[in-house]
């Protein structure tokens, strides 16, 4: 007669105890899910006259900061299959524009760096300015586009293997300068380069 009554309310009671354990356990993982901060990465300045560079460390040498002229400068892709970035400045590019104007392969109306290679941009994929297109070395490129930003603009050139991007430095308060990166550049490292720059 006492187990017939014990029966009813064990079952009960059981399943409450049950219940019970679910949600102490689910809590408990929720709490250890929460508790996991991730670590911010490590970024550092990579300086070459007026461009500066915020990058993640694991892109960069162990020097930062280069004289305008060095030679061999890289950073290094976030890709572990791709090889080093080159960093180039192209010199006296405003001789380079006078020789373009007195050939005739580039248009008088032309006057400024940004407007250089804002043409160039638009010359992909067209049979117009092919000399100018072959001495600058972009007459195979796929694609090409100018960033939205401003001083220095950003151009970016995609090869079949390659990608280039100058970012060119043409206020009239500084020096005016290009600095060109050469080499199998991912879209993280395009991402990292149009975000690290600093004016």
């Keep these: ?21 679910l949600v ?4 408990s993982k929720e709490t250890k899910v929460e508790e996991v901060v991730p670590v911010p990465a490590k970024f550092a300045t990579f300086t070459l006259g007026q461009l500066k560079l915020h990058l993640p460390v694991s892109m960069l040498q162990p ?10 400068l890289a950073i290094h892709s976030q890709s572990a299959s791709h ?3 080159r960093v180039e ?9 006078a020789r373009y104007l007195a050939r005739g392969i580039l248009d008088d109306s032309i006057k400024t760096f940004d407007g250089f290679f804002s043409e160039l941009v638009n010359l992909v994929g067209t049979r117009n300015y092919l000399k100018l297109q072959k001495n600058m070395g972009v007459n195979v490129a ?3 586009k100018k960033y939205k930003r401003d001083n220095p603009a950003v151009y970016q050139f995609d090869f079949l293997e ?3 991007i100058y970012i060119v430095f043409s206020n009239p308060k500084n020096i005016a300068e290009i600095y060109s990166l050469k080499g199998e550049i991912s879209d ?12």
């Design 1 to 21: 007669m006492v187990m017939g009554w014990v029966r009813p309310v064990l079952v009960p009671a059981l399943l409450l105890f049950c219940c019970f354990e």
């Design 24 to 27: 102490a356990c689910s809590a």
């Design 63 to 72: 020097t930062g900061v280069f004289s305008v002229g060095s030679n061999n």
């Design 83 to 85: 090889p080093k970035l």
């Design 89 to 97: 400045t192209l010199d006296n590019f405003q001789d380079r524009m």
């Design 142 to 144: 796929i694609s090409a």
């Design 162 to 164: 390659a990608k280039h």
């Design 188 to 199: 993280a490292d395009v991402e990292a380069i149009i975000s690290g720059i600093r004016n």
